[in-house]
Every structure is written in structure tokens, then in C-alpha cells.
């Protein structure tokens, strides 16, 4: 069992930035995939960004060039830096990793860009 624990959202101005963490209960060096999903309201969630235990990281069209993975294995915790953020990216940001054929969920930070 695993808890994945996020950080860091909160309320900033279109054109900020904010970076979220997510902070797992044990090691997840082993773990192949972590991502970071969103869900606006009235909308499904879907995916922002992910990251491989070997470090290929992959985005969405509409976060690239201003959002930016990473994840720190000695400290468990997977990052999210949001740059140039913008009134539509208002959501709440689950992180989710995959260990063995499990996969697990924390339990989400609410981000809101105001215009």
C-alpha cells in the first residue's frame, strides 16, 4: 500500500507560477510510472504530464513548454512546475504512480488561476 500525499496548489494570477509535490508513503524508486492528472469542473480528468523510472517525461499539448516533471526517488516525491499558468488550467491536480500492477492515488490539490 502506498499514500501519495499533494502540495502547493492554491490561488495565483494568470501568469504565475506554482509548484506542486507529491509525496509518496515508501520508496518509489521502483515505480515505472508517475504522472499528474486534472479534472476542471463539469469536465473528465485527464492527464498533464508524466515520468518514467528511467526519466522520459511526456506532456500534454496544452501544458508544453510551461509545465515541467520531475521527481526526486531519494526523497519519494514527484514535482510539477507550473509556469505561465493560465485561467484554464484551473482544476484540481491528482498525482497517481504505478508500482507492480497497482496503481494509486492521492487524493488531489485544488489550483486556481484567476484572469
Known amino acids: 500500500q502506498v499514500q501519495l500525499v499533494e502540495s502547493g496548489g492554491g490561488l495565483v494570477q494568470a501568469g504565475g507560477s506554482l509548484r506542486l509535490s507529491c509525496a509518496a508513503s515508501?520508496?518509489?524508486?521502483?515505480?515505472?510510472?508517475m504522472g499528474w492528472y486534472r479534472q476542471a469542473p463539469g469536465k473528465q480528468r485527464e492527464a498533464v504530464a508524466s515520468?518514467?523510472?528511467?526519466?522520459?517525461?511526456n506532456y500534454a499539448d496544452s501544458v508544453k513548454g510551461r509545465f515541467t516533471i520531475s521527481r526526486d526517488n531519494a526523497k519519494n516525491t514527484m514535482y510539477l512546475q507550473m509556469n505561465s499558468l493560465k485561467p484554464e488550467d484551473t482544476a484540481v491536480y491528482y498525482c497517481?504512480?504505478?508500482?507492480?500492477?497497482?496503481?494509486?492515488w492521492g487524493q488531489g490539490t485544488q489550483v486556481t488561476v484567476s484572469s
Open positions: 497517481k504512480a504505478t508500482l507492480g500492477l497497482l496503481a494509486y
Open positions: 515508501r520508496n518509489t524508486a521502483s515505480s515505472t510510472y
Open positions: 515520468i518514467t523510472s528511467g526519466g522520459t517525461t
